[in-house]
């Protein structure tokens, strides 16, 4: 649950959330974030005014963001703009050199992190742990740059002794979700959660009763309608950093922190599986 207190990268949330706004609520967006120090210091009825945007609109965007009302939102506006972020994201220029590459790319790789871990509900990671941990097998989706962290998912769930299969060909999505049922937790990586084909699988997981996981960007999106538990990354993808880059960074450290908190609910287990699989692949290592 959000808390009442300041919540950072407000205006970073509104970015994120922009393009599934409706054109009003856009009009709103476009004002709060060219004068956040203004609507800082403005009352609910003079922002109304300003914008021509009706205060219960207000007070839905601001729940869209995920705060609790337009007073959050004004302080958490006053603390951003006092205290700008360490890191701007910034896009890549033509003339960049490769340490200015280099370390644009890291600070976007850290932003990413520090606004998913802002977003992130301790809940939903252990509510996904209940699912999990009482499904008979795991199935995992992902397409395209989120296939390997599908991929990387199953692994990490193999090594402490899930059954979890990882499915990245569109066409077998389809086949096996519809073949899932209420003893099947699925786990769908999807940035967008817009994408076509794992959209449609993770439709017909939910349908056939599986228990549904999703990992994707806080802005909202299709996927999201089909979901049991949302794990959210935050990354705003730019000109050069597409999602192939801070999203999937993001990505996965929120796969590493699920891993983590399962196998700390059955810790004997997973570390006897783990030191058993360690044992296997040292036979590969000369």
């Not at 949330?13 to 609520?25: A, K």
């Not at 606004?115 to 990671?125: E, F, G, H, Q, R």
């Not at 940035?191 to 794992?198: D, I, K, L, P």
């Not at 999106?221 to 960074?249: C, G, N, V």
């Amino acid at each position: 649950m959000q808390s009442a207190g300041l919540v950072s990268n407000v205006i970073n949330r509104i970015r994120v959330r922009y393009d599934s706004l409706g054109p009003r609520t856009q009009v709103l967006a476009d004002y709060v974030i060219q004068n956040p120090l203004e609507v800082a210091g403005l009352s609910i009825t003079q922002l109304a005014e300003k914008t021509d945007i009706s205060e219960g609109s207000i007070i839905n965007f601001c729940r869209q963001l995920g705060l609790k009302g337009f007073q959050q939102l004004k302080l958490s506006l006053a603390q951003e703009v006092v205290q700008p972020v360490q890191f701007i994201h910034e896009d890549l220029q033509p003339d960049d050199d490769t340490p200015t590459i280099c370390r644009k790319m890291f600070h976007a790789g850290e932003q990413a992190l520090k606004d998913t871990l802002s977003i992130l509900d301790p809940d939903a990671i252990a509510a996904a742990v209940d699912v999990i941990r009482s499904a008979k097998r795991i199935e995992i989706y992902g397409i395209g740059s989120s296939a390997p962290i599908a991929e990387d998912a199953q692994y990490r769930m193999l090594r402490i002794g899930l059954d979890a299969k990882v499915v990245v060909d569109s066409h077998i999505q389809a086949i096996s979700a519809s073949r899932t049922g209420p003893d099947v937790a699925v786990l769908t990586i999807s940035h967008s959660g817009a994408t076509h084909e794992t959209l449609a699988a993770t439709r017909l997981a939910k349908e056939a009763g599986a228990k549904v996981i999703v990992v994707t960007n806080f802005a909202s999106s299709p996927i999201q309608a089909f979901a049991d538990i949302k794990l959210f990354t935050m990354s705003r993808e730019t000109k050069f950093r597409t999602e192939a880059m801070t999203s999937r960074i993001a990505q996965l450290c929120v796969i590493d922190a699920l891993i983590a908190a399962l196998a700390m609910r059955d810790y004997d287990n997973a570390t006897s599986t783990l030191r058993q699989t360690f044992d296997v692949l040292s036979l590969k290592r000369f």
